[in-house]
């Protein structure tokens, strides 16, 4: 797609924008132009264009590609980091090495961080061959590469609590989703009910924490005893874990489902990642000039 010279100028010479007419307001104008871009880039392209330090037909080059790639095989949401604050994260699981790594050189050459879920480290071998300096974390099955420096967000503080060893790669999902989206992480594990003295030990971390991760397994009771214990969010994490009875994480996603506990809400079983983008979300809240 080509972009009109006085279009480009016209969106230009509206600089400086207040933030909320970025995100909101000028919404329409965004649409037209189709941005593939984060906020932050977006306001140095048009400071740019504004002081004439860039010409117009090269803010046309940075601004043609659609919001999305069409690779055939995938569509890539190259939108995502303006319309969500962070870019579309790949989930590996059931995808060939070769459509993983298409996806990965798409979202690279808009300079945005490359995170992949669920993803074995046979994949993830493959992946790294072509991306060296990229970071493949075994236990959360996850692959981060940093194409610029993750902006680090100081504020708040994100508590992952495990019940049990066994439930620690769903907490570790949970933790480098995070991380990755640049936000303060403790975790607790192996502090489940059946040795209930060994939460109640970490007063300090229930209090300073701004949200709570709780993943757990076999009756999901965590979840219900760290909301009745804080005044604070508290996402539940049920994981697959236990005997014949749990039914693969179907007891306790439901254990978790009718907690008493007002201030505890739940994700799909084994979903650390999902957990872990909400308590980023939530703990933005926080971070107004985000």
Request: proline share 4%.
């Amino acid at each position: 797609m080509t972009f009109h010279e006085g279009t480009v100028r016209k969106f230009a010479s509206l600089w400086p924008f207040q933030k909320a007419n970025i995100s909101f307001k000028k919404s329409n104008l965004l649409k037209k132009l189709n941005i593939t871009m984060d906020v932050k880039t977006l306001r140095e392209l048009l400071k740019s264009v504004a002081s004439g330090c860039l010409s117009i037909d090269e803010a046309v080059s940075k601004l043609e590609r659609l919001p999305f790639e069409d690779l055939a095989y995938a569509r890539v949401d190259h939108h995502r980091s303006l319309r969500k604050g962070f870019p579309e994260v790949i989930f590996g699981q059931g995808k060939s090495p070769e459509h993983i790594l298409g996806i990965m050189n798409a979202i690279a050459r808009q300079k945005d961080t490359i995170m992949v879920t669920r993803l074995s480290p046979e994949k993830a071998a493959a992946l790294l061959a072509e991306y060296p300096d990229a970071t493949y974390y075994r236990e959360a099955r996850i692959l981060v590469h940093e194409s610029q420096p993750i902006r680090k967000i100081n504020n708040g503080l994100i508590a992952v609590i495990a019940a049990g060893t066994s439930d620690i790669p769903v907490a570790e999902e949970a933790v480098v989703t995070a991380t990755t989206m640049g936000h303060r992480v403790k975790k607790l594990y192996d502090a489940g009910v059946s040795g209930i003295h060994r939460l109640m030990d970490e007063a300090r971390l229930l209090s300073e924490a701004s949200v709570f991760v709780v993943v757990a397994g076999m009756e999901g009771a965590l979840p219900s005893v760290v909301g009745g214990l804080v005044g604070k969010p508290v996402i539940g994490v049920p994981t697959s874990v236990g005997y014949g009875t749990s039914f693969g994480g179907i007891t306790a996603l439901l254990g978790m489902l009718n907690s008493c506990a007002s201030n505890v809400c739940v994700v799909n079983i084994d979903n650390g990642f999902g957990a872990g983008y909400i308590a980023a979300l939530i703990n933005n809240l926080g971070n107004r000039d985000l």
